[in-house]
């Protein structure tokens, strides 16, 4: 497919489903990417391309990208998880080129074509056995493969992503400085001052829901809650995070399952929320940063907050 049909901004439909399985394996994967059940409802309809995904973060691995250079993010809903037992990771969704079609924005009015779903549907794959879940996020790594070696490999990345219109300038300089800034912080032992003193770490049950305001307790308040790891029962507190302190947010759901990317286990969980609309930092409040690269990641991975790590804020 024409990779100028798939720049930031351009509109594209959702190709058909009887398109879609024409692409897909006997796992329902095209190049070991699954089109998951979640995607379904999309398919036939109008969407702006997000970004293009030159990069992408995958648990326990350096920065990874799509062999062919084929995959984007469009604007819309995050994965709900619906068909992957009430999973809350919220993943934004990877779309190969294969599965879109380029249209302008005057074709808005096209009609979803439904036809051919449930065939569709049959061939997507959602667990490989009892336990053990498949989506796109257990399969990042087998989907993608390393960046080849190189001193220059950020700079080459970042000037991509600023030539296809993924990041602004500015906004790329403002990454990278926090980035340096952070490294700075790491070599003076920022690390150690998120170690907390407990062995079994407390928990905080505020039944927090959507729409609350909150407001983020002070990095001291925080580490009290911690053990020697910088995790409070197995969520683990990042520097980045710190930047939130102080500042207030609004509840964006609650987090009570995850998949597992390395594992594909389901995990339960207790007294978790993400958040949305945290003030004065814009979407770099709510999404992580890869530690260890400039810039953010196209999978926008949202942060987990403790709710013993935050307090209600009175109207």
Aim: charged residues 30%.
């Amino acid at each position: 497919m024409n990779a100028e049909g798939m720049l930031v901004g351009n509109w594209v439909v959702v190709r058909s489903a009887n398109e879609i399985l024409s692409t897909l394996d006997d796992n329902g994967t095209l190049d070991g990417l699954p089109f998951m059940p979640e995607m379904l409802g999309w398919c036939g309809k109008l969407f702006r391309i997000q970004r293009r995904v030159d990069k992408t973060c995958v648990e326990g691995h350096p920065i990874r990208r799509f062999p062919a250079n084929d995959v984007v993010v469009l604007e819309g809903p995050r994965c709900d998880g619906s068909s992957h037992d009430g999973c809350k990771h919220a993943c934004r969704i990877y779309w190969k080129q294969a599965w879109l079609h380029p249209v302008d924005a005057d074709d808005a009015g096209i009609e979803p074509v439904n036809a051919d779903l449930d065939k569709l549907r049959t061939r997507l794959k959602v667990k490989t056995d009892e336990h053990h879940y498949f989506c796109q996020s257990t399969e990042l790594l087998k989907s993608t493969e390393d960046f080849p070696p190189g001193r220059r490999r950020r700079a080459r990345i970042a000037l991509t992503e600023i030539r296809n219109g993924d990041i602004g300038i500015l906004l790329a300089l403002q990454m990278l400085t926090l980035f340096l800034w952070q490294r700075i912080l790491r070599k003076l032992g920022c690390d150690n001052w998120l170690r907390g003193p407990h062995k079994r770490t407390p928990a905080q049950s505020l039944n927090l829901q959507p729409g609350e305001l909150v407001r983020v307790k002070s990095r001291t308040r925080i580490v009290e809650t911690l053990d020697h790891k910088s995790s409070n029962r197995g969520i683990g507190l990042c520097y980045e995070m710190m930047r939130c302190c102080g500042r207030e947010a609004e509840v964006r759901y609650r987090v009570d399952r995850l998949i597992n990317e390395t594992t594909g286990l389901m995990r339960e969980i207790s007294d978790t929320v993400a958040l949305s609309s945290m003030r004065g930092c814009g979407s770099l409040g709510e999404e992580c940063l890869c530690a260890g690269e400039p810039g953010d990641c196209p999978r926008g991975e949202l942060m987990y907050w403790r709710e013993i790590w935050l307090e209600r804020v009175n109207s």
